[in-house]
């Protein structure tokens, strides 16, 4: 078999369960981009809603103004745990520390933290999707450059000899699949570790917004 050089003829001369692997670890890059842009829009839209509604949190200290003014505000998570909170609990229930009884207290941190969480898991949407592709994609590459490396040992057997000219072409589009396995998997990795930042940083805010509405 003759070496194709250039990534059309590369990919053109590899064998059928190589192509396989390729395609499907095509089709895993394209859906793990869409996450990441995706996903970067929703974290860049909840962090700029996020300080615009916490600005408004240290600057208006009448918390029944603060709840008519977050009403404007969309896509913050904060401010939708604060709507939820003032919501459930109603704004005359939300008195100071020292004032507030054990049962309201209770009462706010338990619909605080049942919000919260919402608003996490609806950020942490898809993101599994992005370990996965960072956990198996290596693994798929690797079980393409094994289906190529036997074929280009099959191809030995049948030309009967095994100088470097026989060998290297059939090794060199075995590691391929490989390659494009990491390709795959590297930038999933980075944005899938990148989003557990920004939800732990979201994660601190909304635990903010909690202590605030407690001591306000």
Do not use: C
């Amino acid at each position: 078999r003759m070496f194709q050089t250039g990534l059309s003829g590369l990919v053109g001369s590899l064998g059928s369960v190589s192509k396989v692997v390729l395609l499907l670890l095509l089709v895993f890059s394209i859906i793990s981009w869409a996450v990441i842009f995706s996903k970067w829009r929703a974290f860049r839209v909840a962090d700029r809603e996020d300080r615009r509604f916490l600005t408004l949190l240290s600057k208006t200290k009448d918390l029944d103004e603060l709840y008519r003014q977050v009403r404007r505000i969309e896509g913050s998570p904060s401010a939708i745990v604060f709507e939820g909170v003032m919501e459930r609990v109603g704004s005359g229930r939300v008195e100071g520390r020292n004032g507030a009884g054990p049962l309201d207290q209770h009462v706010i941190e338990r619909t605080a933290s049942h919000l919260g969480q919402s608003q996490l898991s609806r950020l942490e949407t898809y993101l599994p999707f992005l370990a996965t592709t960072g956990n198996i994609a290596p693994f798929v590459g690797l079980l393409g450059t094994v289906m190529g490396i036997i074929d280009a040992f099959r191809e030995i057997g049948t030309q009967g000899t095994a100088s470097i000219s026989a060998v290297a072409p059939g090794v060199a589009e075995a590691l391929v699949a490989t390659a494009a396995g990491l390709f795959t998997a590297i930038p999933a990795v980075i944005a899938y570790n990148y989003f557990l930042i920004r939800i732990r940083n979201t994660a601190f805010r909304l635990d903010s917004v909690t202590i605030e509405i407690l001591s306000s």
